[in-house]
């Protein structure tokens, strides 16, 4: 079969990343040997029941917990290698902000700042001048169809348009990954497939690879890739890839 992946850029490789939380007769093996390889551009599914790691999955990705064992690469860089002693990576922090972009099942902004000012945040306090910053998360901001309420108070917002700037706001960095953790849980069938074919829409643009943890089946047949996640291993899977049209 011909894999439609094979000449793309690799975002982000896992190799054997286990987890192991405590020790002896107390330790949980939460991830048993992850391999996963991501693309620029793709967004691929992570799915699996209450319990089987796809939190500690998302949270070793993000450089939140440390894995116990395996490889991460992220943009052909080997950031996480246990055997040579575990991240190569001096400012994790730093990684975090500039590197990876976090969605959440609630948009978490700052109620009492504007729509740019959210989306500009990060990069102003990581010292990027602030009109630059601005400008960015102008054109992100118009890129997700909430340019008329740039100078709004997030707080005014409906559900959907702070989800769309939570959007623009991880990805003001240009992160070459992008984690989205239920993105689309507390959202109606409509709401929940347009942020699907927006996160499509951005990852093409910008060249971003989405890593979606989801239980929602209304989102589910969008996905042309799934990794299964059971136990702390993955499978993957051809998904159905159905196109968004609404
Ligand atoms: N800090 C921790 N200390 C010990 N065990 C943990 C810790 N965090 C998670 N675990 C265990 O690791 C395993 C995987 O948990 P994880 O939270 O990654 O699963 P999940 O797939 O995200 O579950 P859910 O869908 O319920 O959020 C579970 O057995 C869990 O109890």
């Not at 439609?4 to 896992?14: C, G, Q, S």
């Not at 099942?105 to 990060?122: E, S």
Request: glycine share 10%; aromatic share 4%; net charge neutral.
């Amino acid at each position: 079969m011909l894999n439609p992946t094979a000449n793309k850029e690799v975002a982000i490789r896992l190799s054997g990343l286990t987890k192991t939380y405590g020790q002896g007769a107390n330790a949980v093996h939460a991830l048993r040997g992850v391999d996963m390889t991501i693309h620029r551009g793709e967004v691929v599914g992570l799915v699996g029941p209450s319990g089987s790691g796809k939190s500690t999955l998302l949270k070793c990705l993000g450089a939140v917990i440390e894995p116990s064992g395996g490889h991460i690469e992220l943009g052909g860089e080997r950031i996480f290698d246990e055997p040579a002693g575990g991240w190569q990576i001096d400012d994790l922090r730093a990684l975090r902000r500039d590197r990876i972009g976090f969605i959440f099942q609630a948009p978490y902004l700052i109620p009492f700042l504007d729509v740019t000012d959210n989306v500009a945040l990060l990069p102003m306090l990581a010292g990027k001048p602030n009109e630059k910053a601005r400008q960015r998360a102008r054109e992100l901001i118009e890129a997700l169809d909430v340019g008329h309420r740039v100078g709004v108070r997030v707080s005014m917002l409906s559900g959907g348009e702070q989800q769309r700037v939570a959007i623009a706001r991880s990805l003001v960095n240009h992160p070459p990954v992008i984690l989205a953790d239920e993105p689309t849980a507390p959202l109606d069938s409509t709401r929940a497939l347009a942020v699907m074919r927006i996160l499509n829409d951005m990852a093409q643009r910008y060249g971003a690879a989405i890593i979606v943890v989801t239980h929602d089946e209304k989102i589910i047949p969008t996905f042309k890739r799934i990794y299964h996640i059971r136990d702390g291993r993955t499978e993957e899977e051809a998904g159905e890839g159905r196109e968004i049209t609404s």
